[in-house]
Structures are given as structure tokens and as C-alpha cells.
């Protein structure tokens, strides 16, 4: 069993996450969500844990984890916000990339704050006309002697205006993925704007906003790593982004499945608690069972992504469907078990119906997932 089972490391950090979660997160989400309010002291709190820089290098002052224990760590924050648990993830990618890829003067200038989260960090790829088709983006950035002279707009950018750092994709070539490269781009640099503050269906504790730049000089050294390999790092970090999202699926579904067991036992109608009838217990059967069939992918994916294994990216797509397609699920079948009383905000099973699912939209659709597959697939 020991194979399938947790180490006692991973145990430690995922009742670390948990009760972090329990302490900081869950007490406030319902009013985080409901007021819009952007939680910037719970956030830096998570880094005092190091959950800023999860898989950042020891040497650059991470705490240096595999995926595993990232998903971990974003499942057990997911269970108190799946909002918040996201937004935490993104700044972790941007992390990782100028951790994994920049040059050791770029490193030294953005991740000490990073780390501490005394700056936020967001990730730039979608733009206006290119979203499913990333490889297509139009932001153009263009030398000027020791400079880039940047132009285009970012859409759907969490933590845009409020963020003070923006690893953001720029074309610097020809036309497709090998003239993508990626530089990093502050908050106060000239030409940098943002546009009003998306009204969302969920995801309301973290601002997402258009990212504007016009005629914005970034320094060459700001790139991250060579010309023309930006699209690659960008994909490289979405294989550890899909696998958080589908963790904070997760860990919300695993909310509300507790909530439905929690609900139907004390329910009670013709005279016996709901949790008695039959209907009732093969549901939430289904929604357990399910659970751990996402959540033993969505764990196995991340251990491949970790070992660098040749079909990582085909198992993160899996699991990044798989968890957030039966998140969703879960969570809509727990709102039917709480009847009336789950459709109002007195309950938190709406927020978690709301928050989840956007998941199956964003870090790559689910149509773009089973893309991947197929195409991994056909392709031996």
C-alpha cells in the first residue's frame, strides 16, 4: 500500500496547509466573496508558510516541493476558497518561471519579494483575440537598444492593477510559438494600465482586469531566458497550473461533499433524516467514489510532472479534466441535496457551485485538454 499512500513529509504539509486553511481562509471566504474583498494579509500570511514560493529552488529561497505537495497544499486551501487557493497558485507559476528559466541577476531582483509576497506576481498569455489559440498572441515587443519597446493588451489577468509584477508573453519574432518570449514587467513601469474590474459569475475575492501596455520600455534583462523560447516556459508552467486547478477543484468538491453529508443527516422529511433514503446514499457514493478516482489521477499526474516523465503533459491535461469536470459535478449534485437552502448565500455551497466552475475554462478549456490526449494518443 505504501506506494499509494502519502509520505509522512506530505502528511506534515497537508495538515500544515489544512490548518491554515481552518484558521485563515475558511472563517472569512463567505465574506470575502459576497464584499469583492481582495484578502492581501491572508495571502502574505500563506507565504510566511512558503507557500509563495512552493517550487521555487532552495537556493533561491523557496521551499524547493514537487507538484505532489503543491496540490496538496492548494486542495487543503481550496476546501476554505477556491479563489483565493488559485490566485496563490498563479503567483507560484510566475515564480517558478523566472525561478526555473531567468538569469541569476533577474532572480535576485524579484524573488526575495516574491517569496515573502511583499510583491504579487501575475501570469500574462490570454489576450482579447487569442485564448484557446495561445500561440497566436498579438502583444508585440520590439528592441530598442537595451530595451523592449512593448505593445498589446492581456485579458482575464488575475490580480491585474492590484499585482505588482507581470511575467507576461510577448511576440519578439515571426508568427507562431517560436517568436514568443517572455519578460518581466512591473506594475509602475510607464504605459503600463488596466481596465475596470471584471464582474464575475465567481472567483470574487481576487480582482481580474485587462492589462494594457503602450509603448512600455522593459530592460532586456527582464527577459526570461533566450529569445523565442517563451511559449515553451509558458507551457512548461501550465503543466503545474492545470494540476493546481484541478487540486483546488478538488479540495472544494471534498467542501461540499461534507456539507451534503453534513446537511442530509440532519435534514429531516417524512419524518427520518434525508441521509436514510436510499437516493440520498447512492448519490453521495457516487460523489466520493468519483472524488478519489480525480483525486488518485490528479496525485499520479503530479508525481510524473515532477520526475519530468515523457507523457507528463498528457497525464496534467487528464487530470486537469478529469478533477475539474467531477468537481463541478460534485459540487452541483451537493447543492440538489441541500434543496432550497442551497441555492442561498446562507449556505456556502453556492460560492464553491460559482467558484468551481470556471476551472474548466481557464489554464487550458477542457476541449483543449482532451485536444492534448487525442493527440498524444494518435500521434503513437
Known amino acids: 500500500m ?4 502519502l509520505t509522512d513529509d506530505q502528511r506534515a504539509i497537508q495538515e500544515m496547509a489544512q490548518k491554515f486553511t481552518a484558521d485563515a481562509i475558511t472563517p472569512h471566504a463567505a465574506e470575502w466573496d459576497e464584499k469583492h474583498i481582495f ?5 502574505r500570511a500563506a507565504a510566511e508558510l512558503g507557500f509563495a514560493s512552493i517550487y ?15 496540490a496538496l497544499i492548494m486542495e487543503a486551501m481550496a476546501y476554505g476558497c477556491p479563489s483565493t487557493s488559485a490566485f496563490i497558485s498563479i503567483h507560484n507559476m510566475a515564480s517558478w518561471m523566472i525561478d526555473s528559466f531567468g538569469s541569476q541577476p533577474l532572480k535576485d531582483k524579484y524573488l526575495p519579494s516574491l517569496i515573502t509576497m511583499e510583491r504579487i506576481a501575475s501570469y500574462c498569455l490570454t489576450e482579447p483575440s487569442s485564448g484557446s489559440d495561445a500561440a497566436a498572441l498579438k502583444t508585440r ?13 492581456k485579458q482575464f489577468i488575475s490580480g491585474a492593477g492590484e499585482n505588482e509584477i507581470y511575467v507576461t508573453m510577448v511576440r519578439t519574432g515571426e508568427d507562431g510559438p517560436k517568436g514568443i518570449s517572455c519578460l518581466v514587467i512591473e506594475k509602475d513601469m510607464p504605459g503600463v494600465s488596466f ?6 459569475l465567481g472567483w470574487h475575492s481576487q480582482p481580474t482586469r485587462q492589462v494594457t501596455f503602450e509603448d512600455v520600455r522593459v530592460p532586456v534583462a527582464n527577459r526570461v531566458g533566450d529569445e523565442g523560447a517563451g511559449f515553451r516556459f509558458a507551457m512548461m508552467g501550465l503543466d503545474g497550473g492545470r494540476l493546481n486547478i484541478g487540486a483546488c477543484s478538488l479540495g472544494g468538491a471534498q467542501r461540499c461533499l461534507d456539507e451534503a453529508v453534513k446537511y442530509t443527516k440532519d435534514r429531516q422529511q ?4 434525508i441521509a436514510d433514503f436510499q437516493n440520498t446514499q447512492f448519490v453521495l457514493a457516487d460523489m466520493a467514489t468519483e472524488l478519489e478516482a480525480a483525486r488518485a489521477l490528479l496525485y499520479l499526474a503530479a508525481a510524473k510532472v515532477t520526475a519530468g516523465a515523457p507523457d507528463k503533459t498528457k497525464f496534467a491535461a ?5 478533477a475539474t469536470d467531477t468537481g463541478s459535478s460534485v459540487v452541483d449534485r451537493a447543492l440538489q441535496l441541500h434543496g432550497g437552502y442551497g441555492y442561498l448565500m446562507d449556505y456556502p455551497i453556492e460560492r464553491f457551485w460559482r467558484d468551481l466552475r470556471v476551472h474548466s475554462i481557464l489554464e487550458g478549456t477542457n476541449q483543449v485538454m482532451r485536444m492534448i490526449v487525442g493527440r498524444e494518443l494518435t500521434r503513437q
Open 2 to 5: 505504501t506506494q499509494f499512500e
Open 39 to 43: 484578502p492581501r494579509d491572508t495571502i
Open 56 to 70: 521555487v529552488s532552495e537556493e533561491s529561497g523557496g521551499i524547493g516541493l514537487g507538484r505532489l505537495e503543491a
Open 141 to 153: 515587443a520590439v528592441l530598442d537598444g537595451d530595451h523592449y519597446v512593448v505593445n498589446g493588451s
Open 195 to 200: 481596465g475596470a474590474n471584471e464582474r464575475k
Open 270 to 273: 417524512f419524518g427520518r433524516p
Open 318 to 322: 487528464m487530470a486537469k479534466r478529469f
